[in-house]
């Protein structure tokens, strides 16, 4: 079957998954494949449970007429989703960075959802299946979109560009991350900025923090709108605390828009700069932007506050790398707050040949603040065992076990991590 006769299926069932444990009646189901599974295999239980069809790659699971052989169902998926994205007229934003690109997603939707309808990636499916998904889950009414788009190889964003073809760009920032995908921070800098030179291809528009040295550099002679504190900017703000919530301003003439919001720390203010000046680029009225930015709720274990019946926790740990660890970090230590202060630290992962030095770097920086505790969890910090100003356990169960033996009272906690090493399963006990 063709691009295009499949694309004809695609609009009379347009609900797509690839998990057969999902299937619902009508929707089509994308055998994919992964290292530990084959979704070939279960090709006849999402028949079974109503998918109109399936789209295989093993002739030997080609059971009917209602499977659709093809070469490669992820190639498929991808080429569907371009077919797709060609049809379509609207504004595609493309959003990418090291640290705070799904927070800055998620302010930049809340923000345009003012005035159009708005369609943006889920969580953080922003990866080679994640962006096509995200394609093709768009409602028929969508007036703008926003793609996030992740990478830890060189390649992948210009990749992910290929498919989505989005008109404008934004790099929230480069950092040291995934270092051992990338080998070298120039690395991670030549392949989030293949947006800028994508989009540039594509006569777009960039949206680039002016404050960022190496992004004013990397989207020079191209297209742009710049935000942050600089006087150059065309959406102007500036930070003003984070204690724990940050609170900010925008201008815009001889009016100031004074923004109190329910994201922690002050590294938010340049995420939500980005959405201030996405939002005045397609024409959000500026008090609709100001109350879009208060209304957003933070969620994931992102940047959010939680108190228990012991504790303020301090939830920061959907991910972790040396740059979004040193800022909260920071923006901890400075915070005022009633009690004591603990931290509770996972390791950092793909580092590579950086791993120690990135790891050792990280508890320096501690001793320049007073906290109550020190702990961390996972092996790239193990180290630490020898320090009697700190605890260290090798994985989260561990940790939980001390911490149910001995609890903690009167803190804020800072839980930053990264995911798989779970130090966010601390919530229930801390």
């Known amino acids: 079957m063709n691009i295009n006769d499949l694309y004809t299926l695609y609009t009379e069932y347009r609900n797509i998954t690839t998990d057969s444990r999902s299937v ?31 789209i295989v790659d093993n002739p030997l699971y080609k059971l009917n ?44 939707k ?29 409602p028929q009414d969508t007036e703008i979109a926003i793609i996030e788009m992740g990478a830890n190889h060189p390649g992948e964003i210009d990749f992910l560009c290929n498919i989505a073809l989005p008109d404008y760009g934004l790099v929230t920032n480069v950092g040291k991350a995934h270092l051992e995908g990338f080998g070298s921070f120039e690395g991670v800098v030549q392949t989030k900025t293949e947006m800028y030179r994508f989009v540039e291809g594509r006569g777009g528009m960039l949206f680039v923090n002016a404050d960022n040295e190496i992004l004013i550099e990397k989207s020079e002679g191209i297209k742009r709108m710049l935000y942050g504190k600089s006087e150059q900017s065309n959406a102007k703000g ?17 009016v100031v828009y004074s923004v109190d919001t329910n994201l922690m720390g002050g590294y938010n203010f340049d995420n939500a700069m980005a959405a201030v000046c996405v939002g005045s680029y397609f024409n959000v009225d500026l008090f609709d932007i100001k109350m879009a930015l208060e209304e957003y709720e933070p969620t994931n274990k992102r940047s959010q506050m939680k ?94 076990e001390y911490f149910k033996n ?25």
């Open 24 to 54: 619902k009646t009508g929707d089509l189901f994308f055998a994919l494949k992964g290292d530990n599974f084959d979704g070939n295999v279960f090709a006849a239980d999402a028949l079974a449970k109503g998918a109109a069809y399936c």
């Open 110 to 138: 809340a923000v345009l959802s003012k005035k159009y309808r708005t369609h943006a990636t889920v969580g953080n499916l922003n990866n080679h299946i994640g962006v096509p998904l995200t394609l093709l889950s768009m």
């Open 307 to 400: 108190k228990t019946d012991r504790n303020v926790l301090l939830l920061d740990c959907y991910n972790a790398n040396p740059s979004s660890m040193k800022v909260a970090i920071e923006n901890f230590g400075n915070m005022n707050v009633e009690g004591s202060k603990v931290v509770v630290l996972g390791e950092m992962k793909e580092l590579g040949v950086d791993s120690e030095l990135e790891h050792k770097q990280v508890v320096e920086q501690l001793q320049n603040y007073i906290f109550a505790n020190k702990v961390f969890v996972g092996g790239g910090f193990s180290f630490v065992q020898q320090d009697a100003d700190c605890m260290w356990f090798a994985n989260i169960e561990e940790a939980k």
């Open 65 to 108: 007429d209602k499977c659709i052989l093809v070469d490669d169902v992820l190639t498929t998926l991808q080429n569907l989703a371009l077919h797709h994205r060609k049809q379509l007229s609207i504004p595609f934003v493309g959003i990418t960075g090291t640290n705070g690109k799904t927070t800055t997603k998620e302010l930049v």
């Open 406 to 430: 001995n609890p903690i009272s009167d803190a804020t906690i800072l839980l930053k991590g990264s995911n798989s090493v779970r130090v966010g399963a601390l919530e229930e006990i801390l």
């Open 238 to 254: 500036a930070y003003r605390s984070a204690n724990p919530y940050m609170k900010f301003y925008f201008e815009n003439g001889d």
